[in-house]
């Protein structure tokens, strides 16, 4: 036999019965987005690598140590997988001067990439759905994109607080972060002996992203410094004022974070964070916030956004962790075929029956009478369909039902499966 071959390391097969989840999952979502009246957009997943470079900022985790790089063998261009959605997203917008007619409110569903150490809830390939409004200025988006968070943990039957908690900050505009960061570098400098190596590098080129150590021997120092909230100016704290007012009129608790600064450059304004509890240090299920500067950095025309991601492989563990499973992916039927001569009647009827909605699982591979039944149980579908010699003759079917425990059983017609055929159909 020849060697088996792995997957590389971080990167996950997704396979049923797991996939289910993410299937039920994934219909929640749409159908949430279709409520808050957002569209589908897909963009890319290989881009140049100075996009990232240019839209996330140069001294940022992502960029420094976790980008899947390299070049085309064909043309030599700077590639990179994409490790966030947003850059993208607004490279498509710009090139395609999508705000042209109007501001988009959009989302996307999709793997992203980082070279990080793989563990419980951090992958080297994972997914996010990311949601995006462009060319609102807000703060009244900025709200309703963090209710729509809140309508989906409901949908999922997540509850807040013990599932689910909301953290938020304001980042202030750019010279208020000039004059933070001023404060922020003479408090670092004040106790250089205790930054690490990180730290130290970024002290000067990016001290706000310090605030976002994960280095637990950094936290007490991080605790200390200056709060940017100290140095905002009157319409930051309006803004700021108006997304809490929101928030606070839904009934929706949540906590000032100042602390909370988020890996990427381009933010500005609201920042927030959806965090749990149930999955150690990997507590960040969905973070976002306004980033009104970035569409003009990536070469569009000057326009205000403001969008999240969630981590899909995460949300997946808290659904577990909360004893929340997806509906089972049984079929409604499961068609037993003992006879060979049955194959051309059944095929059809079974056709008919799925072209009417019913879900059928067909066994395949011959068998006996027994071992199909076995299979049909194992299924988990709730009726058999036995397409025997007898019913055949009678230009029948058999449907018999596998989970109620009655064992009843019923002959219907072959020739007009379509009016039966919502008996088999659950009603959900
Ligand atoms: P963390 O602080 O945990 O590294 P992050 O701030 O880097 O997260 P974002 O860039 O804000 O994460 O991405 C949004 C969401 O995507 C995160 O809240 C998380 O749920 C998910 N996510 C980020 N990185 C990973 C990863 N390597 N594996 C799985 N999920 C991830
Ligand atoms: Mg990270």
Known sequence: MADKLSAVKGMNDILPPDSARWEWVEGKVRALMARYAYRNIRTPIVEPT???????????????KEMYSFEDSMNGDRLTLRPEAT???????????ALYNGPLRIWTIGPMFRHERPQKGRYRQFHQLDVEALDYAGPDVDAELILMCRALWRDLGLAEGSDVRLE??????ADERQAHRAALIAHFEAHADQLDEDARRRLHSNPLRILDSKNPAMQALVEAAPRLMDFLG??????????????????????VNPRLVRGMDYYNLTVFEWVTDRLGSQGTVCGGGRYDGLIEQLGGKPAPAVGWGLGL???????????????????????VVPDAQARLPAMAAIEALRAAGVSVAMHAGGGSMKSQFKKADASGAR???????????????????????????QRRPLAAPAEWAATLQSQA
């Open 234 to 255: 009157e319409a930051s704290l309006a803004h700021f004022g108006a997304v809490r007012e929101v928030l606070d009129a839904a009934g929706l608790a949540y906590r």
């Open 50 to 64: 100075a996009l990232f470079v240019r839209g996330l900022g140069e001294v940022t985790d992502i960029v420094e």
């Open 313 to 335: 492989e995460r949300l997946m563990l808290l659904l577990e962790a909360a004893g929340i499973g997806a509906p089972a992916d049984a079929p409604d039927a499961y068609a």
């Open 87 to 97: 850059a993208g997203i607004v490279r498509a917008m710009v090139e395609h001067n």
């Open 168 to 173: 938020i900050n304001s980042l202030g505009q």
């Open 383 to 409: 009726f058999a369909l036995v397409f025997g010699a007898d019913e055949l003759a009678a230009g029948e079917v058999t449907v018999k039902s596998l989970r109620d425990g009655s064992g009843a059983q």
